[in-house]
């Protein structure tokens, strides 16, 4: 395909503020998710406030994707601080059970059983990607 016919294609299909090429208007599906995961991140920081909820984040964390959109749009500096404080954890959790994991692997420790790491290379996708509600462990 030739550059101009790139250029072209990728004309024809914004949508944003005018109507693409099959007469739509407004951002499509995907722009309406995103303001929605907006709106949804941004009532997180308010309900933050509330004890329970607070521990549930704590407790199950957020995607990263998600978690640093929260670092983004989210406006208390003490908030970003703790949801930052979540993430770094979360991370630091799974990178230790990772490296459990594949020391267990290798043939010398392979009569090891395993633990809480024996699903880690999961739980690191589902962070790093996010998973559908009914997806999660």
């Known amino acids: 395909m030739s ?3 790139i250029q072209k294609r990728k004309r024809s299909r914004r949508v944003s503020g005018r109507k693409n090429r ?3 208007e407004g951002k499509g599906v995907c722009g309406e998710r995103g303001e929605w995961e ?3 991140v941004d009532v997180l920081e308010k309900l933050r406030a509330d004890g ?8 199950n964390g957020l995607c990263l994707r998600h978690g ?5 749009r989210w406006r208390e500096a003490a908030n970003r601080e703790w949801l930052a404080g ?5 991370a630091s959790r799974l ?3 990772l490296r459990e994991f594949l020391r267990k692997y290798d043939y ?3 009569d090891e059983p395993f633990g809480e790491e024996e699903d880690a290379v999961s739980r690191a996708v589902d962070f790093l990607a996010g998973t559908e509600p009914e997806k999660q462990r």
């Open 108 to 110: 010398r420790f392979g």
């Open 38 to 40: 907006e709106g949804a």
């Open 86 to 90: 979540i993430l770094q954890e979360a």
């Open 52 to 59: 329970e909820m607070a521990a549930g984040l704590e407790r």
């Open 95 to 97: 990178r230790e059970e």
């Open 22 to 24: 099959r007469g739509l």
């Open 68 to 72: 640093l959109l929260g670092l983004e």
């Open 3 to 5: 550059p101009a016919r």
